[in-house]
């Protein structure tokens, strides 16, 4: 079956780095892109950016923008959001999710459809 | 930024209830919307795409309408298992934006 499977909650000091993997199975991993969402606690899910899983390319969300690389390994399936220059305000939960396409006559919706349980990144001195 | 604001923020329902949440987008984003459920410690769950397209598995009582800036999602009949958190979600332009969320919670 279609998962994605992230790597393990972290702990990180003010100004350090946190790099988060989602492994993708049960799909052709580069059909796909895959995106990263965040969500505070008790905050609503903010959209951080995406990768075409095919081609490498990327598209950040300008309020993370110079702080966040989304990559992938298309050997691994796997997906890596890194996040730098830590502060308090980062401390999430922190989901990859793949992108799925419907085409309605010529024009492409796009939903999130299958999202990993998370990664809890906990941000503290 | 496409701004997401739903209404309401929460709410308390019984079993068997109606329950109509609705969305709205600070400019239009013709059908790109999309609904989802949360429960507490949980990924968010696909719900409906396209403002109002079933996802395989999910129930019927479940349906989505609107396009533009004004969207609704209705649960017909309130089941025990649907108290949670619905967040509406646009994917028209980037950043892709969610609305703040809808809690279902048990009158």
């Known amino acids: 079956q279609v998962q994605l499977v992230q790597s393990g909650a972290e702990v990180k000091k003010p100004g350090a780095s946190v790099k988060v993997s989602c492994k993708a199975s049960?799909?052709?991993?580069?059909?796909?892109?895959m995106h990263w969402v965040r969500q505070a606690p008790g905050q609503r899910l903010e959209w951080m950016g995406w990768i075409n899983a095919g081609n490498g390319n990327t598209k950040y969300s300008q309020k993370f923008q110079g702080r966040v690389t989304i990559t992938r390994d298309t050997s691994a399936t796997t997906a890596y959001m890194e996040l730098t220059s830590l502060r308090s305000e980062d401390t999430a939960v922190y989901y990859c999710?793949?992108?799925?396409?419907?085409?309605?006559?010529?024009?492409?919706?796009?939903?999130?459809?299958?999202w990993g349980k998370g990664t809890t990144v906990t941000v503290s001195s | 930024d496409i701004q997401m604001t739903q209404s309401p923020s929460s709410l308390s329902a019984s079993v068997g209830d109606r329950v109509t949440i609705t969305c709205r987008a600070s400019?239009?984003?013709?059908?790109?919307l999309n609904w989802y459920q949360q429960k507490p410690g949980k990924a968010p769950k696909i719900l409906i795409n396209v403002a109002s397209s079933f996802q395989s598995g999910v129930p019927s009582r479940f349906s989505g309408s609107g396009s533009g800036t004004d969207f609704t999602l209705t649960i017909s009949s309130l089941q025990p298992e649907d108290f949670a958190t619905y967040y509406c979600q646009q994917s028209y332009s980037t950043p892709w934006t969610f609305g703040q969320g809808t809690k279902v919670e048990i009158k």
């Open positions: 049960g799909y052709p991993f580069t059909r796909n892109a």
């Open positions: 999710a793949r992108a799925s396409r419907q085409l309605v006559g010529d024009f492409s919706y796009f939903y999130m459809d299958v």
């Open positions: 400019q239009s984003i013709s059908s790109s």
